[in-house]
């Protein structure tokens, strides 16, 4: 079967989005599907006429009746474009979590994207998920007469995080933008000064370079350059070297539509702390880490201070999270799921022409 497969900007980005799609689109190629994967230039997505001119011209240049995948980000703001070309094309639209849904949005612009991006999907043969939680949310927004189909992200196997470093390492990786919290995590470690630990933040300081700025400064404000490093992103050897390293992981997210990092701790058996915010309730498995809500750095720094101060605490969890690594999903699961996703999406379009 062929497929095309359609993303905004860079293919190969280093986010949680971009490297499920990349692996999805790798687990189907490894089944025999041939699969063209086409980044659009552009802002997304608040589509400029850049990003509009490449979608239109990348659907236009399509034999009638092609199956083609479209990442959210670059569907949602160009409903007029996937509109022109859903007669003659099957498209299928892949949400990670609705636009409306990104931290830091004003009302006018959140109405604006949630507007833009309903009317997107209806134009959809069907709609894939990355999460239950966001099947859910789409419902919410009244999303619905699309056939819909949820297929979770899997995760590589992984060596076993050392245990019981002097001082504790935390790690987080997560890209530098609001959403992702790193301003309520210095907060927090700036509260829990007095203990003895270091934090390395792995993630692009380049996506939101203004919110990076202030991140930074706010480390050093609080003087714990020294302690909490922000190491923008790295090399695939230096990330596999800081899980190995790892002693807790922390992700402070506000909203994650699934939060693929932590099953990625899990896999390393690593204990983690985190939020409630968004899929983060339903993707951290009970006895495997804490949850706290969102934005509360109060409550992020007595869950810091704890996990940090009682070893016995942490390591009841590092077992939880260990017990966990056996019965995490691979790529390989994911993409038979995501195959049988998209051949019963296409399957209703077919029936119903």
Not at 169 to 189: E, F, N, S, W
Not at 197 to 214: E, F
Not at 242 to 268: C, K, N, Q
Not at 307 to 313: E, H, K, M, P, V
Request: with cysteine; proline share 6%.
């Amino acid at each position: 079967m062929t497929l095309h497969f359609i993303v905004a900007g860079d293919p190969a980005q280093h986010t949680g989005g971009y490297r499920y799609d990349a692996r999805i689109v790798g687990a189907l190629r490894a089944r025999g599907w041939t699969v063209e994967v086409t980044g659009l230039p552009g802002r997304f997505p608040d589509a400029d006429d850049t990003a509009r001119r490449g979608l239109q011209r990348t659907l236009a240049a399509l034999p009638d009746g092609s199956a083609v995948v479209i990442d959210g980000l670059a569907l949602g703001g160009l409903p007029d474009v996937a509109a022109a070309h859903a007669g003659r094309l099957r498209l299928i639209a892949l949400i990670h979590h609705p636009l409306a849904d990104e931290t830091g949005l004003d009302a006018d612009r959140r109405s604006a994207l949630l507007h833009s991006e309903c009317a997107a999907l209806s134009h959809m043969t069907g709609i894939v998920t990355s999460s239950p939680f966001t099947a859910r949310r789409l419902a919410h927004y009244g999303v619905g007469g699309r056939p819909l189909a949820v297929v979770e992200p899997g995760v590589d196997a992984a060596p076993l995080a050392a245990a019981d470093q002097q001082p504790p390492r935390l790690l987080c990786v997560a890209t530098i933008t609001p959403r992702k919290g790193h301003d309520v995590l210095v907060a927090a470690l700036a509260s829990v000064a007095d203990l003895d630990w270091t934090c390395d933040c792995i993630g692009s300081t380049r996506r939101t370079p203004s919110h990076a700025a202030q991140v930074a400064a706010q480390i050093s404000a609080t003087g714990l350059d020294a302690r909490i490093r922000l190491h923008g992103e790295c090399s695939d050897a230096a990330l596999a070297a800081a899980w190995r390293a790892a002693d807790l992981f922390v992700l402070p997210s506000h909203y994650e539509g699934y939060g693929m990092v932590i099953t990625e701790a899990l896999a390393h058996g690593l204990p983690v702390l985190t939020t409630t915010g968004g899929a983060l309730s339903d993707t951290l498995p009970p006895g495997s880490g804490v949850a706290v809500p969102p934005g509360d750095a109060p409550a992020l720094a007595a869950a810091l201070r704890h996990l940090i101060g009682d070893a016995s605490a942490r390591h009841a969890l590092r077992a939880g999270a260990r017990a966990r690594r056996a019965d995490l999903p691979d790529w390989t699961a994911a993409g038979d799921v995501f195959a049988a996703a998209l051949r019963n999406l296409l399957a209703v379009e077919d029936h119903a022409a």
